[in-house]
């Protein structure tokens, strides 16, 4: 899990178009808080579609070692029996949260308001993450860390019960830091409230409801209030997870980029708090139509069917960045082909993820040919104008930093080169999509 084994280098080139349909896997955050919720409700939860990735399989050995049964059927649907909420068990040994940040800030959420410890350890990324931004609010419940230097892990968290309700404003937009204190509310008395300046994926707040809790959702000056009543009786349910617009959105921009492409993409989630990425690279020209719109698992889904397209630069509006946080490195790559430059500000969130996207994006783009800049809070890219990109040298390859995002953006970047594109290693590509290499494959590039 913790990526200790050998770097897998991969060179990516082009090789035709993208054609036919796939199906992505899983949405990674409704996975988490599938195998999250059903840990705390008695009785059975069934989970279809759940996404089979490493982060998502470090939070299922998390909620085993507090005490939840956690099994798969051999048709793929997972049973989940939980043990209540208050009724967590302390680990025997240290949580390995492996790469990732949601298992990690969410857990810590559940852990606070039981009466036991935990330690939550890391791979070398997540080791570097700021998990002060949870530490805080969640030792205003009155749960006690001891962090390693910087609020960083590895580190101890002792949960407190009966913890204290919270009124807490985030200071960065966040669905981690809100899903964290709304999970502490669970197992709280009184009403826990979360006030959202700019709102955030809303995941948790649609699963807390279909699990019963009550929760409710406002809107006071502008910001979103959610308000949950705590000691809550959670019911079991039966989920289906729909497929991850996270992951759709590299062979979306795959076939946007790769001439002759047309993909049908099966069962791609569009929450709205999601999907700004797809109306981004609509608004630059790229032929994306939503077919069969219809709902899966309490969350809007549809297929997309996505043909090669000239694209052009555009400014995205900061406004929609938390609708599409996690796509900001494959739009760099839609963007280092368009027609034009396209211009990205207010970002600076994007240097805490699994690695300083902005860096990371800057520097893997201009080694394979593309024309960046790179500012304190954003790139500004000048595209080729729909030319393929030169591609890394022979000797070159571009360093991923353990991201799956940096690795499969790159992928991506690979198709639409001349050369070919060189990642130092895809392990990390397993932490959120197993499957990417063998799609590609199937779609014909
Ligand atoms: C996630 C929230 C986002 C996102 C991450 C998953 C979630 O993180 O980047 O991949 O499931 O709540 P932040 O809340 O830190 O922005």
Redesign the pocket.
């Known amino acids: 899990m913790s990526h200790s084994n050998p770097p897998s280098p991969r060179r990516f080139t082009s090789a035709g178009p993208l054609t036919g349909r796939i199906a992505v896997p899983g949405d990674?955050?409704v996975s988490?808080?599938s195998l999250m919720l059903g840990a705390l409700a008695v009785g059975e939860t069934r989970v279809t579609g759940l996404l089979e990735g490493e982060d998502v399989l470090a939070t299922a050995t998390a909620m085993r070692a507090m005490g939840a049964t956690i099994t798969r059927d051999d048709d793929g649907t997972w049973s989940i029996h939980g043990v209540g909420v208050g009724s967590l068990l302390q680990p025997e040994q240290a949580l390995d949260m492996g790469n990732s940040?949601?298992s990690t800030?969410?857990l810590m959420g559940l852990v606070a308001s039981h009466p036991i410890r935990a330690v939550f350890t890391g791979d070398a990324s997540l080791s570097k993450r700021p998990m002060e931004?949870v530490i805080e609010p969640l030792s205003q419940m009155g749960a006690n860390f001891e962090a390693s230097p910087g609020g960083t892990l590895p580190l101890m968290l002792r949960g407190i019960s009966p913890a204290v309700p919270l009124t807490y404003r985030l200071p960065?937009?966040?669905?981690?830091?809100?899903?964290a204190i709304l999970l502490a509310g669970l197992n709280t008395a009184g009403i826990t409230t979360v006030i959202e300046p700019v709102p955030?994926?809303d995941?948790?707040e649609r699963m807390l409801r279909g699990f019963g809790a009550k929760l409710e959702v406002g809107e006071e000056n502008g910001e979103r209030v959610i308000a949950l009543h705590g000691e809550a009786d959670l019911q079991p349910q039966a989920i289906a997870v729909p497929g991850d617009p996270?992951s759709a959105a590299f062979f979306a921009v795959a076939a946007l980029l790769v001439p002759g492409s047309d993909l049908l993409i099966e069962n791609v989630g569009l929450n709205p708090t999601r999907a700004a990425l797809f109306d981004v690279l609509r608004d630059m020209g790229g032929r994306i139509d939503e077919l069969d719109r219809r709902e899966v698992g309490g969350e809007p889904v549809a297929d997309l069917r996505v043909r090669h397209s000239p694209l052009t630069g555009v400014e995205v509006d900061p406004a929609v960045a938390?609708a599409m946080?996690?796509e900001f490195p494959i739009l760099f790559v839609a963007a280092a082909l368009a027609q034009g430059k396209t211009t990205t500000r207010d970002l600076e969130?994007l240097r805490?993820?699994e690695s300083d996207r902005l860096a990371a994006m800057a520097a893997a783009l201009t080694l394979a040919g593309a024309r960046v800049e790179e500012y304190g809070d954003g790139l500004v890219i000048e595209g080729t104008g729909g030319d393929p990109l030169p591609g890394t040298a022979d000797a070159t390859a571009i360093a991923t930093h353990l991201d799956h995002r940096i690795a499969m953006s790159m992928a991506v970047a690979g198709l639409a080169s001349r050369n070919g594109v060189e990642v130092d290693d895809v392990s990390p590509i397993a932490t959120s999509f197993p499957t990417f290499e063998r799609l590609l494959a199937e779609a014909g590039a």
């Open positions: 990674k955050s988490h808080r940040g949601t800030r969410l931004r960065v937009a966040s669905a981690q830091v809100k899903s955030t994926r995941h948790s996270s938390p946080i996690d969130e805490v993820k």
